[in-house]
């Protein structure tokens, strides 16, 4: 199974047109996030919609729960719906390049039960790269209803990931870069390190050295070291970057994969919380 879709793959199905397509814009900047926005009034491609991390894909932050907390769901369908986007919608999602947000968008329609979206490998730089058009226009798409059916079994909470170190069946994975894991650097929060028992798969390990997606093969030797038994809990900053591991472990045939959405944001707004600065991934 994979859940990327090439340039010239959804060129070939727009242009034959045998299916509802949508496209989403999912561009977007942690350091400005009126970026993304911007970026794509100026221009995208052709019919796409934009959904924006902190006004759509997220609700708003509070004392616990992340910076980036899961959005309302009966709010996120609607704005589904009408952006024409229902249970039998292709969705195509697109980043500027292979950047996290998309898949932050891809894994909440899987979240609500989506069985048909993708991920633009590459994003809107390779669409503009292949020589295809682009516009500024803003579409205006007939409305759907898009009603969701939430998979609980997607999502672990506080409580859990507080127990997971005594768990033997279940690893945490945390998807931030290694000097933030190892606490060398944090740009973000207060504090530095990482959730106690936390391996460290950087989330942008994914994509190969042409910045491309990396095929299953290669998925599955990345990953080799952990048990597709066991149940894989991701976690990042909250719960944005942690979304390409997850694509990419289901990618690689791995069945208990599960978001933690508050992730290290969550993690350290408990001030009872210890945190970690020692490489625990091959523990």
Known sequence: MTYIMKVEELIHKLTANLEDIVLVD???QLGDPTAGRKAYEESHVPGAVYFDLERDLSS???EHGGNHPLPDITTLADKLGKNGIDQDTTV???DKGNDMFAPRFWWLLHYLGHQDVYVLDGGFE???QAGQPVTADIPVKKQKIFIPNVRPDQVVDIAFV???KDNKQAVLI???SEDRYLGKTEPLY???GHIPG???YFWMDVLDENGNWKNRQSLEKQFAKLDKNKEIIVSCGSGVSATPNIMALKMAGFKHVKLYPGSYSDWISYEEHNIETKDETDE
């Open 198 to 200: 936390a391996k460290n």
């Open 190 to 192: 207060q504090k530095a």
């Open 174 to 176: 945390d998807s931030r």
């Open 26 to 28: 999912a561009r977007f």
């Open 162 to 164: 507080r127990g997971i």
């Open 60 to 62: 708003e932050a509070g």
């Open 92 to 94: 195509v999602v697109y």
């Open 126 to 128: 390779a669409w503009v």
